[in-house]
């Protein structure tokens, strides 16, 4: 089913504005070849973190919901501010830790869309739910 809806979504670009075909693809595929992670097979951090999100805080971090600008362009181009980047605890670390929860949509509480990374925007997993 999403296959197909990916494929009319890429049609009717491609009708409506040809020249968005390259930017169109690479977005698509950027999306379909990221790989895939369950919420309940993240660590128990990462969930207590999602939780977060959808009730719109309060987050223990002051970072935690700022902009995150996708400069590894790694997740799906969107504009800025689409993205937004919330910290997983790392339990024994003494900072931030690198295992982050990146969300986007124009609502935070009702994110798009949710990736995790554990070795600070190195590599995503969308997260499913």
Known sequence: ????????WLAGTVLLNPAGL???VARTQAEDSLPVVQLAELPP????TDKLIQA??????????TVFGN??????RKSRGFYREYTV???GAKNRG???IVCGGEVP?????????EDHYASFRRIQR
């Open 1 to 8: 089913m999403r296959s197909t809806a990916a494929a009319l």
């Open 56 to 65: 719109g805080g309060p987050f223990p971090y002051e970072k935690d919901g």
């Open 22 to 24: 390259t930017e169109a």
């Open 45 to 48: 951090e990462a969930r207590e």
């Open 109 to 117: 509480r009702e994110p798009e869309a949710c990736f995790y990374t």
């Open 98 to 100: 690198a295992r982050r």
């Open 89 to 91: 605890r790392t339990p």
């Open 71 to 76: 400069r590894e362009r790694l997740l799906p």
